[in-house]
């Protein structure tokens, strides 16, 4: 027994030692008029590859030409595409659906990770990393939304800590963050990830 539990702690040590963490380094606040929702802009262009979201399937052209049209998951008719956008390096689309959370894929309409109802308003911080929200509402109002960091390959999520109890959301360009307050606030905030 005593040789079990110095294995376990062994393997604790080695996990936190390697375990990534997000830390903010820098945050500036100023007023935002405008439909946080639709603030944050998705790129769905990279170099001449274009992707058409047309909410229940995807087109992605070459030089305007159609080369790939899909609908990866089969939506049905309750739901839709939603918060799509390419990959910084133009390989992958990820999009969520209302009912099955978010997705990956290439650019012929292959699954490549599949994170679930994981968190919502998702987008690339890089081609490994995406960030997203996670909040809870009593129907009308947001009551609680917290920023994470996942992974797609593990889909690990990290806790991106903000002194706001909503913060809603939130925009990648990296190293920086922008997300919005139910105040009407825009916050930014340089972030780095630390093992």
Request: hydrophobic content about 40%.
């Amino acid at each position: 027994m005593k040789k079990l539990l110095s294995i376990f702690c062994a393997l604790c040590i080695v996990h936190y030692a390697f375990a990534k963490e997000v830390v903010v380094v820098q945050k500036t606040t100023e007023p935002y008029l405008g439909n946080a929702s639709q603030a944050c802009e998705r790129k769905m262009s990279h170099e001449n590859i274009e992707v058409v979201n047309h909410l229940k399937y995807f087109e992605v052209k070459k030089k305007g030409e159609i080369i790939a049209s899909f609908d990866p998951v089969n939506v049905d008719r309750n739901s839709l595409y939603i918060w799509a956008e390419l990959s910084p390096n133009g390989k992958m689309l990820m999009f969520s659906t209302s009912d099955q959370g978010v997705f990956i894929v290439n650019l012929k309409g292959n699954i490549l990770y599949k994170l679930g109802k994981i968190a919502r308003a998702t987008n690339w911080w890089n081609n490994r990393y995406i960030v997203g929200m996670i909040d809870e509402d009593d129907g009308d109002h947001f009551t609680k939304s917290d920023l994470v960091m996942i992974d797609i390959k593990t889909g690990k999520l990290m806790p991106i800590e903000t002194e706001e109890e909503i913060a809603l959301y939130p925009c990648a360009n990296k190293p920086y963050i922008e997300y919005f307050t139910l105040d009407d606030k825009k916050h930014t905030i340089k972030l780095r990830i630390k093992n």
